[in-house]
């Protein structure tokens, strides 16, 4: 499998290239060239394959020539001691739970997979330093993934307010790999001071930056992985449509769903589950895209007016409208319903979900109630309920029970420096720590 750039498609690149150098000179972002048919692999494979094996199997055939069966097996083992869950709720609808990983959230499945393709891609004389903004959960997937990764350094950037579960033996002044960096600033100056170091060539190059955020396309890709894992799951007990109800903001996960169609996978629809702020609503109905102003939601991982795969999913939008047109299907969900989604979850079915995945449970709903519809349903249940464990508590009526694992990753944590939002500044950090 080869990338090319969103602007400037002739000029193509390896896997490696790809994810070591993760923006293209050029400008845009990466998205795959071409994608191998993975039928022979999805259509007979064993509703009993475990996450590991089918990650093992698939992965070398998207990539060949660049990750062989043993390294494959290797990235996968060492990788996913978790695996997604698929509950089949009823005849209409089933969930997928992708919030059993280390931190509780999606991103751990693709994090995951990159932090450990990329030390098997770099062998034995690369090195990276993978730098990546961060809020709420993600720095710390990034710094668990990374963490001990040979010849690896994470430097994790945070916006202005309490670092939260990072743990500090894994720090480099402490002999481990990871350096989390405050930013008197937002989010949006994080995300803007990475751009800035990657498109620094030399900078980049003197200290090998990529980013471990969604621009990077080894995180995109592993998404693929779990779509088949859900439909080789559900296959002999399905008759008719298959659709997936994707909570939806920055559109990763709905962009890597639409790859999995496109390698082969049967499947009818996709639901692009959008909170009240409905970036993509307009658009995917063949509308111009207009940015809209931010809105606040109790699904605050969806809060999002400029998704940052805009110029991937745009990609794919030009290369098949009538795909995005008929495959694609907007909803927007209000705080409101959202809230009633949740309650239904639990009163219907016995199931807790954080806001999030109730966003998409209830878009869900929404569709398997119209008239004519006789197809099933599969919510992607992205976020632990414990993380929203209050919210979830008042709505249900339930005492969400905390996962062990989660109390170390609420534990306010230090910075190895506090910085102002400039890249002669985020250089000096990482050169005091290195």
């Given at each position: 499998?080869?990338?090319?750039?969103?602007?400037?498609?002739?000029?193509?690149?390896?896997?490696?290239?790809?994810?070591?150098?993760?923006?293209?000179?050029?400008?845009?972002?990466?998205v795959p060239d071409a994608v191998l048919d993975m039928r022979q692999y999805i259509l007979y494979m064993d509703p009993g394959t475990s996450y590991p094996e089918l990650v093992a199997t698939v992965a070398p055939a998207l990539l060949q020539g660049e990750l062989n069966?043993?390294?494959?097996?290797?990235?996968?083992?060492?990788?996913?001691?978790?695996?997604?869950q698929l509950t089949q709720l009823d005849d209409t609808l089933s969930v997928l739970t992708l919030c059993n990983g280390p931190t509780g959230v999606f991103k751990d499945y693709g994090i995951a997979f990159l932090a450990a393709v990329m030390?098997?891609?770099?062998?034995?004389?690369?090195?990276?330093?993978?730098?990546?903004?961060?809020?709420?959960d993600t720095g710390v997937s990034i710094a668990h993934a990374f963490s001990g990764r040979r010849d690896m350094t994470s430097v994790i950037i945070y916006p202005s307010g309490p670092v939260r579960g990072l743990?500090?033996?894994?720090?480099?002044?402490?002999?481990?790999?990871?350096?989390?960096?405050?930013?008197?600033g937002t989010f949006d100056d994080c995300?803007?001071?990475?751009?800035?170091?990657?498109?620094?060539?030399?900078?980049?190059?003197?200290?090998?930056?990529?980013?471990?955020?969604?621009?990077?396309?080894?995180?995109?890709?592993?998404?693929?992985?779990?779509?088949?894992?859900?439909?080789?799951?559900?296959?002999?007990i399905l008759t008719g449509e298959l659709v997936f109800s994707v909570p939806t903001g920055n559109f990763g996960n709905l962009i890597a769903g639409l790859y999995a169609w496109k390698m082969g996978m049967p499947v009818n629809g996709f639901i692009a589950a959008m909170n009240a702020n409905n970036a993509f609503g307009d658009y995917i109905m063949g509308?111009?895209?207009?940015?809209?102003?931010?809105?606040?939601?109790?699904?605050?991982?969806?809060?999002?007016?400029?998704?940052?795969?805009?110029?991937?999913?745009?990609s794919f939008y030009m290369e098949a409208p009538?795909?995005?047109?008929?495959?694609?299907?907007?909803?927007?969900?209000?705080?409101?319903?959202?809230?009633?989604?949740?309650?239904?979850?639990?009163?219907?079915?016995?199931?807790?979900?954080?806001?999030?995945?109730?966003?998409?449970?209830?878009?869900?709903?929404?569709?398997?109630?119209?008239?004519?519809?006789?197809?099933?349903?599969?919510?992607?249940?992205?976020?632990?309920?414990?993380?929203?464990?209050?919210?979830?508590s008042r709505v249900t009526g339930q005492q969400v029970a905390i996962p062990a694992a989660f109390i170390r990753l609420w534990k306010k944590t230090d910075p190895v420096a506090t910085i102002s939002p400039q890249l002669d500044a985020l250089e000096g950090a990482i050169a005091s720590c290195c």
């Open positions: 499998m080869q990338f090319k750039s969103t602007r400037a498609p002739d000029t193509l690149v390896s896997f490696k290239n790809a994810i070591l150098n993760c923006l293209p000179a050029n400008g845009g972002l990466y069966p043993v390294s494959a097996a290797r990235v996968a083992e060492s990788t996913f001691d978790f695996e997604p030390e098997e891609l770099l062998g034995i004389d690369g090195r990276a330093m993978i730098l990546s903004a961060a809020r709420g743990d500090p033996a894994s720090y480099v002044t402490n002999g481990g790999n990871v350096i989390p960096i405050q930013i008197r995300q803007r001071l990475i751009l800035e170091a990657l498109n620094d060539r030399p900078f980049a190059e003197r200290y090998g930056i990529t980013s471990g955020n969604a621009i990077n396309p080894g995180r995109l890709l592993p998404q693929v992985f779990y779509y088949f894992y859900a439909f080789i799951k559900l296959k002999k509308k111009e895209f207009k940015p809209g102003k931010l809105i606040q939601t109790n699904s605050p991982a969806l809060d999002v007016s400029l998704p940052s795969n805009y110029e991937r999913l745009a009538a795909v995005m047109r008929h495959m694609v299907y907007p909803d927007a969900i209000d705080d409101r319903a959202t809230l009633a989604a949740m309650e239904e979850a639990w009163t219907r079915y016995g199931i807790l979900l954080d806001p999030h995945s109730a966003v998409a449970f209830a878009a869900a709903r929404r569709l398997s109630q119209t008239a004519g519809f006789s197809g099933h349903v599969v919510v992607l249940a992205t976020g632990h309920p414990a993380k929203h464990a209050e919210l979830v």
